[in-house]
Each structure stands twice: as structure tokens, then as C-alpha cells.
């Protein structure tokens, strides 16, 4: 299943989001959006590369980068890439609470 997340006309700052992260390449990584297909990204995209082989997720970083994503989010850093890289030990994870930050911590307005 493909994802885009489009976030409001603001502009975030991955590493004041995530600042106990990795990064390789430009360390302020600035997104307008999120894709988990590289096909959907542009310039204001970061694009969270989920599981799979290493080599498909390396051909589908390069991809991203070549669509011109902003930064990519992954769990092992490709060197022969010019995009900035955000590296964290659980993709997964990591594009949930970043969803859930970004959409303002829904769960914690909820009252039972």
C-alpha cells in the first residue's frame, strides 16, 4: 500500500523532530510532505523508505532521489547519494510517531 501524507502549508525541520536520529548529507532536512512511494516524491517530500531487501530499498532510495525528495528516512544510509539522509534503527516506528507528532498527537486529546 503507497502512502502520502499531506501535511498543512507549514514547513518541517526533520532533526527538531527527530534529533536523536543520524544524518548523512545536510543535517536540516525542511519536507511540506510524506511519501512512502518514491514515485510520489518532489522537492518538499520526505520519502520514508519502509521494509524490504536492501537492494530494492536502495534502487527505491535513488528513485526518490531522483524525483528530487527533500531527504529520505531509512534504517541504512546509501554514500553514493547526494540527498540528505535521516538514519534511524526502525523505519517503521520512527513514520509513525513522526505521523502522529505531525498531526498534533491525536491519541492525547481523546478522553475516556
Do not use: K, W
Not at 28 to 39: E, K, P
Not at 66 to 77: E, H, N, S, V, Y
Amino acid at each position: 500500500m503507497t502512502h502520502t501524507l499531506a501535511l498543512h502549508l507549514n514547513n518541517y525541520v526533520l532533526r527538531e523532530l527527530i534529533p536523536q536520529a543520524s544524518y548523512v548529507g545536510n543535517a536540516n532536512i525542511v519536507f511540506r510532505d510524506i511519501a512512502t512511494h518514491s514515485r510520489s516524491c518532489n522537492r518538499q517530500t520526505l520519502f520514508v523508505a519502509l521494509s524490504g531487501s536492501h537492494r530494492e530499498e536502495g534502487a527505491y532510495l535513488r528513485q526518490a532521489a531522483a524525483q528530487g525528495a527533500a531527504g529520505i528516512l531509512t534504517d541504512f544510509p546509501l554514500s553514493d547519494l547526494a540527498t540528505p539522509q535521516c538514519i534511524v534503527p526502525n523505519v517503521r516506528r520512527t513514520y509513525g510517531l513522526l505521523c502522529q507528532s505531525l498531526a498534533g498527537r491525536p491519541a492525547e486529546q481523546l478522553r475516556t
